[in-house]
């Protein structure tokens, strides 16, 4: 079955530090990998994917993932974290098998300390 | 451009009663999907539309959920006899075509309380 697993719920990182939230996955085939993050109160936004190609991606807000197929990781980091990073980060997952759905984790809220 | 709107954004019902949901997608874009977010869990898929195609409703929990798109455009999330495990959040995306593994678009979605 697909899944995506998000392992941390909750993330702090001190400004200006590099952060990592972890995504790995589980899918048939190729899969297509995104970051999606949530800011209080508003909706999902698009922050990067990786469909083919270079294993890194790089995304808005100068966030970055590496897309790691031995390891079926796609982890989302920023070398230098700000503040108004803090928010809830998601990991979506497509299969590129037909199906048209899209697997999300958890999340992880980040929280980036001043 | 505009993005993808819902209305309305919060509601609050009585266990019992029939709630809709409405999603405005973006123009132009052919695929339409509802998710469900609730406290401490992901996105959970409920429902995904392409252009005139048979929905794929695998994701609907339970008979007392449908969804219809009118037009190809905007979107009806129905809820009868709602329960309390089904407050939420429900999340409404559109994108421009399927196919392909494109960005979707997310509305601000619909907090849903059943009391």
């Known amino acids: 079955a697909q899944s995506v697993a998000q392992p941390e719920d909750q993330v702090n990182v001190a400004e200006g530090n590099p952060l990592t939230v972890k995504c790995t996955y589980s899918?048939?085939?190729?899969?297509?990998l995104f970051w999606y993050v949530q800011y209080p109160n508003r909706g999902l936004q698009f922050l990067l994917k990786?469909?083919?190609?270079?294993?890194l991606v790089k995304g808005s807000y100068g966030f970055e993932a590496e897309f790691n197929k031995s390891q079926t990781s796609f982890h989302l980091k920023k070398p230098s974290a700000l503040v108004s990073d803090s928010a809830l980060y998601f990991c979506?997952?497509?299969?590129?098998?037909?199906?048209?759905?899209?697997?999300f984790g958890t999340g992880t809220r980040l929280k980036v300390l001043a | 451009g505009a993005g993808v709107s819902q209305s309305p954004s919060n509601k609050v019902t009585e266990k019992g009663k029939d709630v809709e949901l409405r999603c405005d997608p973006i123009s132009g874009h052919t695929a339409l999907y509802w998710y469900r977010q609730s406290l401490g869990q992901g996105l959970e898929f409920l429902i995904y539309f392409q252009g005139n195609s048979a929905p794929d409703k695998s994701g609907l929990p339970s008979d007392r959920f449908s969804a219809e798109r009118t037009g190809g455009s905007v979107s009806t999330l129905t809820i009868q006899r709602t329960q309390q495990e089904d407050s939420a959040v429900y999340l409404c995306?559109?994108?421009?075509?399927?196919?392909?593994?494109?960005?979707?678009?997310f509305g601000p979605g619909t907090r849903l309380t059943v009391l």
């Open positions: 995306a559109s994108s421009t075509r399927s196919g392909g593994p494109d960005t979707q678009y």
């Open positions: 979506a997952v497509r299969d590129n098998s037909g199906t048209y759905k899209y697997i």
């Open positions: 899918v048939s085939g190729n899969p297509y």
């Open positions: 990786y469909i083919t190609g270079d294993n």
